[in-house]
Structure formats: structure tokens, C-alpha cells
């Protein structure tokens, strides 16, 4: 086991422990366990395995191995190519980006959300923006002013709210053959979701309960139950639209 501390500069290349307190950076490629709520002026790096016991605060965090945090992570910017596991809430005041697999457990407030992996949301998310390009699951409410989603695999959520919401499908057929392969009888490339409501909505490849906003598009391979507008509503030959209504603005 190899660990130094200079000033607070902690890093572990095989197996250890980091009481927790305050850090200039944090960089772990082997095996370790922070005892405590930790706080980091600079990065959180990890490239091996690690286990956070307390909160985890930074002002970016990297992880190309796995990190499991069990308490709040507090973040300016947060990357993710390996494997990320949030037991408590997460607030990061700039940019998320997942392209490998990231569970948040609690509630989530983050500038920008990017992700390309897998996605998972237990109890909600707060954004200005939220952009993915493949399967996700989102329990609670997906809350963002701008909301793209590219359906390239199984999506899920309970509430989608915004300004802006495009839903569209992967033109990528390994994703829905892959995605079928993994979720067995699940429907592969489309979003579930109850409820849609923003101002401006298209959509594909979705199935929803009620969708309900100013301008409205319905189009391929979508199953709406019922649409509510109140500027303009189109919908493309071949989608399900079982009831519509204009309603006052």
C-alpha cells in the first residue's frame, strides 16, 4: 500500500483509509475507504475502488473505476466513465456528464445533466438542462427547462416538466436490439412516462398518459392517451392519440 498526504494532497494507490475532513485533492487508483464527511478545495479522482461513509464535497469529481457515496455529494462539476453509486442527494452547480453508470437514491439538483450510460433516479431531478442518448429510470420528477431525450433504449419516467421538451428515437439499431436483449419483455426504444407538460412538446417513441402544453407534435410510434394544447397540435399518421382537447391558454 502506497499513501502519501502533503498538505492535505491524499492519494492511495493500493489499500486504505482517509479520515474524513478537509483536502486539497483527493486521487485514488487502489482500494479506499474515507472515514467521514470529507470536503476537497480541488478533485476527487478515482481510477480504483472507493467507498465514501460520509458527504463528499468537491469541486470536481472523476470517476473512471467505482465510487459509493452514502451520504450528499455537493459538486461544481461531476464525471462519470466508470461506475457511480449516490445513497443520499446530490447538488452539482455546473455539469454532470455519465457515460458509464450513475444511481442517485435522493433527490437531485444539477445544472446540466448529460448522460450517454445508464441512468438511474430514485427520487427525481432538478435541472436547466437534461440531455440523454440512451436508457434511463426516473422514479419521481424529471423538472428541467430544456428536456432532449434520445431513445435508445428503455426510458423511463414519472413526470417529465419543462419549457422545451424533443423526445426523438435512436437511428442506432444495435441500441434497440441490445436493449432487448437486457429488459427481456420490456418494450425496447421508447419512453414511458405518466404525464408530459411544457410549453413547446415533440415527440417520438413515447407512450404517456397525458401530454399537455402550448404547441404540441405527436409523432412515430407514439401512444398518447390523452393531449391537452392550447396553441397547435399535429400528429403523424400511424400515432395513437386516443383523446384530444384545446383548452384555453
Known sequence: MKEESQARVARISGAGHLPGGEYESIH??????IDGDAVCQEDVHVSGAATAKGDLAAKEIHVSGSLQVEGDVHAEAVRVSGSAHFAGGMEVCGEMRVSGSAHICKAARIQQLRAAGSLRLDEGVECERFETHGGFA????????QVEIEVGGACQAGEIGGE????YRSATAVNTFLSRLLNGARRAGRLSVETIEASQIDLEATRAKVVRGRDVRIGADCEIDRVEYSGVCEIADGAVVRESAKVSA
Not at 485514488?28 to 475507504?33: D, L, R, V
Not at 422545451?164 to 423526445?167: A, P, T
Open 28 to 33: 485514488i487508483s487502489g482500494s479506499a475507504k
Open 138 to 145: 426516473i422514479q419521481g420528477l424529471l423538472n428541467a427547462e
Open 164 to 167: 422545451s421538451v424533443r423526445i
